[in-house]
């Protein structure tokens, strides 16, 4: 479930706090950067167990109005999502239930969001629409929770508060995390039952240590990398330079001489991106065009043994972004 993409963010964020305070300790930083990877999986399995948190609050608020019916002798309402089969199926899932529980993780101290939420996806077209369809197949239930979860809970101002205070990383973590969560939604098989698998923490070994790897070489080979640049902007005072492009650079040097299985493209696609989001409106440009010329200089002098992908011919469609999920 951590992707390459949600790796690089946190080296960058990680790498620029190290620098921040002072370049100490590279040990406990290194500590903070898979405490907040680990974080992230965490984040993943918190959500999905707050669909089971909704369903269970709709049983419970459905018992009792079934009790009223029984008593006043009207009409019981009708179980059908309180008892969603998806949403079951979810909450017999014995990967959860055992993250849950090791974790001592409940929704029950944040209730009164979990009812906030369900009354909003009680009063929505969605639901409505669910209710009254004839088809109560598993992928009707199935497709419901995801079209609720991208509506209520991918975008919600008061869940994002809350996991603010549950956790420093989550709000950093949850458009990434959110994605997965639908993917999850989907992969889901009934005739898996409670042995369906949920997605891994880390796709293999590779990507396990693959912060760690960039992250230390990025700062063990500061000077050298940091020479590299020099050597390329021969127009440009690196000191006038934005200090987030340096350390974007940095790091993208240092996946490229450390991580062979990823292509030079993909590297500088990566972090041409991050400097977008994370420096200043002109950093991607500059990035792109100071990353490509390292790397080429690098492969000229031999101490660089990889080679530039040939460019996508226009006619062909673009392939997806590296490692990233696909809904």
Known sequence: MIN??????????????????????????????IFSLSKAYDLYNDLLYLIVA???????????????AEREG?????????FNKFAVQLEENKMLGEFIENQKFTWKDDIELVRKILSLIEQSEIYQDYMSATDDSYEADRE???KLYKKFIMDNVDLDDVLEDKSLYWNDDKEIVDTFVVKTIKLFDPNEKADQELLPEYKD???RELARKIFRATILNADTYQRYMSEMSRNWDLSRLAFMDLIIMQIAIAEMMTIPSIPLNVTINEYVELAKVYSTPKSGRYVNGMLD???RNLIAQGKLLKTFEAPT???EAKAPQENAPQE
């Open 54 to 68: 909704i369903t269970q609050e709709a049983r419970r608020q459905n018992d009792v109005l079934t009790a009223k």
């Open 74 to 82: 009207t009409e019981a309402p009708s179980p059908k999502f309180a």
């Open 205 to 207: 070994e590779e990507d």
């Open 293 to 295: 010329s390292i790397a």
């Open 144 to 146: 419901l929770w995801r």
């Open 313 to 315: 011919p226009a006619h």
């Open 4 to 33: 390459r993409q949600l790796i690089r963010i946190k080296i960058v964020q990680l790498t620029y706090a190290y620098y921040l305070n002072g370049g100490k300790n590279m040990d406990t930083a290194e500590k903070e950067l």
